[in-house]
């Protein structure tokens, strides 16, 4: 029998691993980080480690990286029954966590141009697009200021993680620093130096598209347009 390493899972995504045994892509893997698929296009289990980035919806391990998993993209290995079987080991889930969310402000009479920024979805380079982070920032911060979302999102258009935190931020959930950053900006704080640094940090260009889009809502609801003006 393979050793077993204990985890904690996302409510977000305990399904992929606590239901019934069913087959996952390894969508990439990093000494920190082991992305899994299903077909469907928006079910991604990340599974990380304590010092991985924790996104809303991973598998967290108690140790650090680097972890060997024993496996590359393109592998498929098995989930199911609270188990993810890798070859030379398994990765079973003892208990859960608790991700972050962005509580809802209250509900404003500011719009904001989600058709245009939806068009976006998809555009960019790497597992989660720049334009895709933007979207993610903006929807999080209209969330938080009580701007209405848009009812669906195109993620069929952008890779499988992306689509996956796309819907993740629609329901309110990121990485803890985009949470604290989002607080920080809705509650007026004087200075947020120190949470958009934390933001900027995240990824090589996640962050700032992150940022942008928070920005772009932010500045939006401090500049509304005058009654009677169309968008």
């Not at 903006?138 to 993680?161: D, F, I, K, N, Y």
Request: proline share 9%.
């Amino acid at each position: 029998m393979h050793p077993t390493i204990p985890a904690a899972a996302s409510p977000l995504t305990l399904d992929l691993v606590a239901g019934p045994s069913q087959q996952a892509v390894v969508l990439a893997a990093f000494p920190t980080a082991l992305y899994l698929g299903r077909p469907e296009h928006a079910k991604v289990l990340p599974v990380v480690t304590r010092d991985a980035l924790i996104l809303p919806t991973a598998l967290r391990l108690a140790e650090p990286g680097p972890h060997d998993w024993g496996v590359d993209a393109g592998d498929v290995v098995t989930l199911g029954g609270g188990l993810v079987a890798l070859p030379g080991h398994g990765i079973r889930v003892v208990r859960s966590w608790r991700p972050r969310r962005v509580t809802i402000g209250s509900p404003s009479a500011v719009t904001v141009d989600w058709t245009s920024l939806l068009a976006q979805v998809g555009r960019g380079e790497g597992l989660t697009p720049r334009a895709d982070d933007v979207l993610c920032g903006a929807l999080l911060a209209a969330r938080a200021l009580g701007v209405s979302l848009p009812a669906t999102l195109p993620v069929e258009r952008t890779t499988s993680l992306s689509a996956s935190l796309l819907e993740a931020a629609h329901a309110g959930y990121a990485v803890p620093a985009v949470i604290d950053h989002v607080t920080a900006v809705v509650a007026g704080s004087a200075d947020t130096t120190s949470t958009r640094e934390a933001v900027l940090a995240i990824g090589h260009t996640s962050g700032a598209g992150l940022l942008e889009g928070i920005d772009l809502v932010r500045n939006t609801s401090h500049c509304p347009l005058p009654e009677g003006i169309p968008s």
